[in-house]
């Protein structure tokens, strides 16, 4: 079994940085992608950034210039550096990585963690 521990969120003024961390354990041969998405009251889910196995990113438009995402592959840990948050960050951040065993990948997600950004 696989699991993804979010952890680093809480409550910050606008302007301020938070740094999330996700750390996926258990049964994993290589994790292909891994990313950060987030989910505000009454809106969907929506990608806040990826990053590959290659370390190709890719960001929400929202985000560029402001957050960042990384990973430790030795650790199977992703990252998310947000800086200069704004009121509108404020959302449920949940961690995806496509984990791969057996050469067959499956998606996990972690339980998420609160950001909360005040104006």
């Known amino acids: 079994q696989v699991q993804l521990v979010e952890s680093g969120g809480g409550l910050v003024q606008a302007g301020g940085s938070l740094r999330l961390s996700c750390a996926a354990s258990?049964?994993?041969?290589?994790?292909?992608?891994m990313g950060w998405y987030r989910q505000a009251p009454g809106k969907q889910r929506e990608l806040v950034a990826v990053?590959?196995?290659?370390?190709?990113?890719n960001y929400v438009d929202s985000v560029k210039g402001r957050f960042t995402i990384s990973r430790d592959k030795a650790k199977n840990t992703v990252y998310l550096q947000m800086n200069s948050l704004k009121p509108e960050d404020t959302a449920v951040y949940y961690c995806?990585?496509?984990?791969?065993?057996?050469?067959?990948?499956?998606?996990?997600w972690g339980q998420g963690t609160q950001v909360t950004v005040s104006s």
């Open positions: 995806r990585g496509v984990v791969v065993n057996n050469s067959q990948g499956r998606d996990y």
């Open positions: 258990g049964s994993i041969f290589s994790i292909n992608v």
């Open positions: 990053i590959t196995s290659g370390g190709s990113r």
